[in-house]
């Protein structure tokens, strides 16, 4: 458990810096308005990745017949998400809505990466 808070910390502290970082050419612009986009982004981005490990959780717990169902589940979610990304890049001006790309893509590296170096690091895989 101690792992997964020390996790989530540096998850925590790499998303502030990564987002102070991409906020200073903002500043530069005069478009600071424009950074909520960007953590409206990163707050999609980990949402995705919660739902994505719940259903695999679920899924790996239960039996096919569930499993499929979950996973059905986890398709209308994502078609929803597409429907409303689509939505809302009619509605939105272009920078926020690629703002809030970025913000996603960048939430996706971060848990990304250290999802790997904690698969790596951890005794899970390795043969004894």
Do not use: H
């Amino acid at each position: 458990m101690e792992k997964l808070l020390t996790l989530g910390r540096k998850i925590l502290v790499q998303t502030i810096l990564s987002v102070a970082i991409l906020s200073i050419p903002l500043g530069m612009l005069q478009k600071l308005y424009l950074v909520v986009p960007l953590i409206t982004g990163c707050i999609l981005g980990i949402s995705c990745w919660i739902v994505i490990s719940y259903r695999i959780l679920k899924s790996d717990a239960s039996n096919m017949d569930a499993a499929k169902k979950s996973m059905q589940i986890g398709w209308l979610i994502r078609l929803v998400m597409i429907l409303g990304t689509f939505i809302a890049a009619v509605r939105i001006s272009t920078e926020t809505f690629w703002l809030v790309v970025i913000g996603f893509f960048l939430m996706s590296m971060i848990m990304m990466i250290n999802a790997i170096v904690y698969a790596y690091n951890s005794d899970v895989n390795r043969k004894k």
